[in-house]
């Protein structure tokens, strides 16, 4: 579902030693290495969204994308869209949702999983079909 969609480019980055205070929206890919106070969204496109917060990135606000790589510190609630990718030094201090999640060893999450619908809704329990066993009569 996700290896036949190509990923957008990074055209933006906020490189390490930059700090922004306010929320931020963004188009295609984007790159933060510094620091973010506030939250970061990216607009929905047909082609998608990718946001890498490398490892000596720290974001305070929430954050959400189509595609969210994670190296670095997230302290607010995390929604991607498609695809989250914990790699081994993320550090997520808030809630997260998506619809497919990749976590590598070493990932902390101190919030709640909310797994969401390929479909975009989220939380329904009764589309999961219950699992029934078969029982030999006698």
Known sequence: MFG?????????L???GTR???NMKFTEGLRVDGEVFGDIQATPEDNG?????SE???VQGAVQADHVIINGTVRGPVHARELLELQPK???EGD?????LEMHQGAT???QLRPLMANGAGGSEEEKPLLKLAAKSA
């Open 49 to 53: 969204s990718l946001l890498v917060i």
């Open 20 to 22: 922004i205070e306010g």
């Open 14 to 16: 906020i490189a390490q």
């Open 90 to 92: 993320a550090r997520i």
């Open 109 to 111: 999450i101190s919030g």
């Open 96 to 100: 997260i949702s998506y619809i497919a």
């Open 56 to 58: 000596a990135a720290i």
């Open 4 to 12: 036949k969609k190509a990923q957008p480019p990074i055209k933006s």
